[in-house]
């Protein structure tokens, strides 16, 4: 591949087509002399810049002079700068049109195959997806006397990154292959499979999944068995962990006996695997595993081995495991669940691995609904209570994110005084991040406890929030109080919240004033006109004459807001002309320039 050699190029910046030149030719001209003048630039970002207005050129060239200049020019003025290249990949693979369609598509070819044996991995793989989508489209001819050339070029290039880029574009030919073609395919995808690179091989397997769907029933067996048993049993466990997903693929195409005798005996190799990145994945994909090896075979074979992953040495294991117990469940009988399942789930609440006790909290409430309320009540409900007093606050947060499943399998009235407590204590956490993320499940939660019950347990730790030092959970508290509104209803606010937010607007912390008319203001959205009217407009109002300027202008951007809710109503649309606009017009005079800046602003928008 040629490198920087852009100062070399020379390209005809002229553009003499009718249509163009009706325009404006000479800015026209002078873009395109610019855009082609920064591709040759050394400072990458001009290039850059360039390469993403390539089609501004393409076009103002036609598709001609595109496919016969400006496509050679890129390709001779392949950098090895990764940015460029990542950026030419992608412009190629939408650049068809550009140079005249399908039927000329192959002329894209050619520099694709060259970004394609770059060393970065993001690259090539920008490459391989332009290269299969061009490869999509190209008429069979086409595809043999251009692209096949350049899979072979690729397949027995000298550097790994070439071979590794080829594995992915077999699967788009070999589909459209005759049968002498597909012959050669799959002996020379063998010859990858079994590349004395690592990666060429990890790459193999990626690809291999892919293989799998395009080839007939009657090749799965001497051609595809063959070489997932061999990646299966590879030396470098990058390799076999991919052959996890290949085992998935190959499932779903075999009957059942065929999965017995040539599949089994590799998922309880791979399940057993010495090296702990190759268990995770099994343990990751191990529903979808049971799903395609069929339930029979499932209860017969892999409750064990998911046992012993759920008790793995390696905590990343168990994490994994923990996501696929209500999914793995599903398949099985109760009777196993609570021998062989639940016992797993209990040693998993107090796993010394904060993760594996998270992802468990995250899905453990998906079995409540699978093993029925009374042996929810008996087994996991001291298991969620102990999980509502975890150290570790993801896990405490997993549980109440959760809690509507918790709800429908036995009630709320049985897990409130437990859960209580752990809200308490979550939306005091030393993280924000912490409290603002129980903020955010106050509306589930309210869904659940009813009105009643909420303002009697929270609604005055709703009403703190508005109290915050950070500004993000001020900011979060107010959209909480409007999504309450929408819950319960605006009665139900204009009684129990509205008074609550008033309190706060004679607070000597301006912050805490200003935290008013955000919170007003937001609520206001679920209101009807005449509420607005009457709860919200007066406060705001009163606002204005405010000493601090920062509460001035924040009326002002509160009542642009209100004006649009005010005159959805014929009974409160008079009030803009008759207390919103004069209010605005004082505000105009202020001797703050934000104040005069905001209040000119909301009059002028609403005009």
């Known amino acids: 591949m040629t490198t920087n050699n852009t100062t070399d190029m020379e390209i005809d910046t002229n553009v003499p087509t009718t249509e163009f ?87 894209l070819l050619p520099p694709l195959e060259n970004i394609a044996a770059v ?135 075999l009957d059942e006996e065929k999965r017995r005798e040539l599949l089994l005996p590799a998922f309880t190799t791979l399940s057993n695997d010495k090296a702990w990145r190759v268990r995770y994945m099994v343990a990751s994909k191990y529903v979808e595993l049971a799903d395609a090896f069929g339930q029979d075979i499932a209860r017969e074979n892999f409750t064990g081995a ?47 691995n904060q993760h594996a006790r998270a992802a468990l909290a995250k899905d453990i409430s998906g079995l409540a609904p699978i093993i029925g309320q009374d042996a929810t009540m008996q087994y996991l409900l001291p298991l969620f209570l102990q999980q509502l007093t975890d150290e570790f606050p993801d896990v405490r947060l997993n549980v109440i994110s959760n809690l509507e499943t918790i709800n429908k399998a036995i009630g709320i009235e049985r897990v409130s005084q437990a859960l209580l407590p752990a809200i308490v204590e979550l939306s005091e956490d030393k993280q924000w ?49 409007m999504k309450l509104t929408e819950v319960f209803g605006a009665e139900w606010a204009k009684k129990a919240i509205i008074p609550e937010v008033m309190k706060m607007i004679t607070d000597e912390n301006y912050l805490h004033r200003m935290t008013t008319i955000f919170a007003l203001t937001t609520m206001a959205e679920a209101l009807t006109p005449v509420m607005v009217k009457d709860s919200i407009l007066p406060t705001i109002t009163e606002l204005s004459k405010d000493p601090i300027p920062n509460i001035r202008f924040n009326v002002a951007k509160s009542l642009e807001s209100l004006i649009p809710l005010l005159k959805k109503d014929p009974n409160t649309a008079e009030l803009v002309s008759s207390s919103v606009k004069p209010t605005l017009e004082k505000l105009c005079t202020d001797q703050d320039g934000d104040v005069k800046f905001f209040a000119t602003r909301a009059l002028e928008s609403n005009a």
């Open 21 to 107: 030149m009706d325009e404006d030719p000479p800015n026209e001209i002078n873009t395109i002399a610019t855009l082609i003048d920064d591709l040759k630039n050394e400072d990458v970002t001009f290039r850059l810049a360039s390469i993403k207005k390539l089609n501004v050129i393409a076009n103002a060239f036609g598709v001609e002079r595109t496919r016969n200049e400006l496509v050679p020019f890129l390709q001779e003025s392949l950098d090895d700068e990764d940015e460029i290249l990542l950026a030419l990949a992608e412009e190629f693979g939408n650049f068809v049109d550009a140079v005249g369609g399908s039927e000329y598509a192959y002329c």
């Open 119 to 253: 060393e970065e991995a993001s690259v090539r793989d920008k490459a391989v997806a332009s290269l299969c989508s061009i490869a999509a489209i190209l008429s069979k001819q086409h595809l043999e006397q251009y692209f096949l050339p350049l899979l072979r070029r690729l397949s027995s290039g000298e550097w790994f990154t070439s071979r590794t880029s080829a594995t992915s574009l077999y699967a788009i030919v070999y589909k459209r292959g005759d049968a002498n073609l597909q012959t050669e395919l799959k002996k020379s995808f063998e010859q990858l499979a079994a590349d004395d690179s690592p990666m060429v091989r990890r790459a193999a397997s990626k690809a291999l999944v892919d293989f799998v769907g395009q080839m007939s029933d009657q090749d799965i067996l001497p051609t595809l068995i063959p070489l997932f048993q061999k990646l299966s049993q590879d030396d470098q466990d990058s390799v076999r962990l991919l052959t996890v997903e290949i085992l998935v693929a190959l499932a779903k195409r």
């Open 306 to 352: 998911f046992v012993n992953m759920l008790k793995d040495t390696e905590g990343e294991v168990r994490t994994a495991a923990a996501s696929q117990i209500p999914g793995y469940a599903k398949l099985v009988d109760n009777a196993v669940i609570l021998s062989d399942l639940l016992p797993c789930v209990k040693l998993l609440v107090t796993d010394e």
């Open 433 to 481: 991040r912490i409290r603002l993320a129980i903020i955010e499940y106050i509306p589930l939660l309210a869904k659940q406890f009813g009105p009643k019950f909420f303002e009697e347990k929270l609604l005055e730790l709703c009403m703190s929030w508005l109290r915050d030092l950070v500004f993000s959970i001020r900011e979060a508290a107010t959209v909480n109080l």
